[in-house]
């Protein structure tokens, strides 16, 4: 961790990720943007902007919304997507320009699953399922079981379970030949991944079913086909939901109520560590209502309880398990430069995801800076940006 003057933060401390190094661990996490022309899955001008402003803002990686790897794996009929050529190459002068500011850059790779085809949202617009006149889909989902209010799934075939993999898979080649420095496997909030690991959504008795280590299987059957496709230098990313906030504190309870616990998501973290998975990046809930428990930093526990668990573990397996921990993110109502550092400090996580509050301060990163004491020299700004620093 930095001791010297002209770095006295956690926070601008560089981090390395196999052969990535970024910046600094102030990371914009994945949040759905709904601007692609209806029914393209292309990003354009907004992305650009949106995603270049965070560049110039100071950010050290910034992970690209939710990208669909096949055309009903979207939420909406406005969801980028990284199913195609075409898609690949818009991605690449975005990727470029983030790269030119000092950033890197990931692209969360997502199937929707049972929470797809829907209406984006959009203050003003519709809500809910969206109709085949309006672009939407029949949704598909491990068993036939809706998410409540939206439409009811069909159930995946063994068959075509594993074509998912290799979806992900083949999206993360484009996402490599794009230029994009990692991707990020989008395992939470309800969407396909994360409903094949809860007993809430999958009551399938194939190999993707029954016991936790059945329902992961597409999750590491995923992982495995992506990590061979990045090769050994580039890491992977992996977001998972760590609870979905039901009843964990009774074991004997019907797991099909209980949920995924947060000793699930440990275990799973365990196996995610085990297959060469690099970053872990902590969130919660999205697969079923839930009464929620909102305030400043309310998911930290979780990340840093799937840390202590991970380091536990390598310590007791030798030194030789030691470079398999994987990095911790943690995200939620993270909102203040002291706030974030301190997550870091008190080894709570190593990397704070800055969400909602970059939609309304593009630039949090430069004033994170300056209420941390990093002299200005040091703090990332864009040479044109210096005149108006902190």
């Known amino acids: 961790m930095p001791t010297d003057s002209a770095n006295p933060t956690h926070l601008f401390e560089p981090i390395t990720l196999r052969g990535l190094?970024?910046?600094?661990?102030?990371?914009?996490?994945?949040?759905?943007q709904y601007s692609s022309p209806t029914g393209t899955g292309m990003p354009g001008h907004w992305?650009?902007?949106?995603?270049?402003?965070?560049?110039?803002?100071?950010?050290?990686?910034?992970?690209?919304?939710?990208?669909a790897i096949v055309p009903e794996g979207r939420i909406s009929p406005q969801d980028a997507g990284l199913w195609n050529d075409a898609q690949r190459d818009a991605w690449r002068p975005i990727v470029d320009f983030v790269h030119g500011q000092g950033a890197a850059i990931a692209v969360q790779l997502a199937h929707a699953g049972r929470k797809a085809g829907t209406y984006r949202g959009f203050v003003g617009e519709p809500t809910g399922v969206a109709p085949a006149s309006a672009g939407g889909w029949e949704p598909v989902g491990p068993s036939v079981l809706p998410y409540p209010g939206l439409a009811t799934p069909r159930e995946?075939?063994?068959?075509?379970?594993?074509?998912?993999?290799?979806?992900?898979?083949?999206?993360?080649?484009?996402?490599?030949?794009?230029?994009?420095?990692?991707?990020?496997?989008?395992?939470?909030?309800?969407?396909?991944?994360?409903?094949?690991?809860?007993?809430?959504?999958?009551?399938?008795?194939?190999?993707?079913g029954g016991d936790l280590a059945g329902r992961a299987k597409l999750l590491l059957d995923t992982v495995d086909l992506v990590r061979a496709e990045l090769g050994e230098d580039r890491p992977l990313l992996v977001r998972i939901s760590a609870t979905e906030w039901l009843d964990e504190a009774d074991d004997s309870a019907d797991p099909t109520a209980r949920g995924l616990t947060l000793n699930d998501a440990?275990?799973?973290?365990?196996?995610?560590?085990?297959?060469?998975?690099?970053?872990?990046?902590?969130?919660?809930s999205g697969n079923t209502p839930a009464r929620i428990p909102v305030g400043p930093g309310y998911q930290v526990p979780l990340a840093a309880r799937i840390k202590a668990e991970l380091a536990a573990r390598a310590q007791s397996a030798g030194a030789s398990a030691a470079g398999a921990v994987p990095a911790i993110g943690t995200v939620g109502l993270i909102t203040e430069p002291a706030q974030a550092e301190?997550?870091?400090?008190?080894?709570?996580?190593?990397?704070?995801?800055?969400?909602?509050?970059?939609?309304?301060?593009?630039?949090?990163?430069?004033?994170?800076?300056?209420?941390?004491?990093?002299d200005w020299h040091a703090a990332p700004y864009p040479p044109q940006y210096t005149r108006g620093r902190w």
């Open 21 to 32: 190094t970024v910046r600094n661990r102030i990371w914009l996490p994945a949040m759905c």
């Open 47 to 67: 992305h650009l902007v949106h995603l270049g402003a965070r560049a110039t803002g100071g950010f050290g990686l910034l992970i690209t919304e939710a990208a």
């Open 342 to 374: 301190s997550l870091l400090v008190t080894g709570q996580a190593d990397i704070a995801l800055i969400g909602r509050a970059a939609l309304r301060e593009p630039a949090w990163p430069q004033r994170a800076a300056h209420e941390l004491g990093l």
């Open 266 to 284: 440990v275990t799973v973290a365990g196996w995610l560590a085990e297959r060469g998975v690099d970053m872990i990046d902590v969130s919660s």
């Open 156 to 208: 995946l075939t063994t068959g075509e379970v594993a074509e998912v993999s290799r979806a992900f898979a083949a999206a993360a080649r484009r996402a490599v030949d794009a230029g994009f420095d990692t991707v990020q496997l989008h395992a939470a909030h309800g969407y396909l991944l994360h409903e094949f690991l809860s007993p809430i959504s999958n009551r399938r008795t194939d190999a993707y």
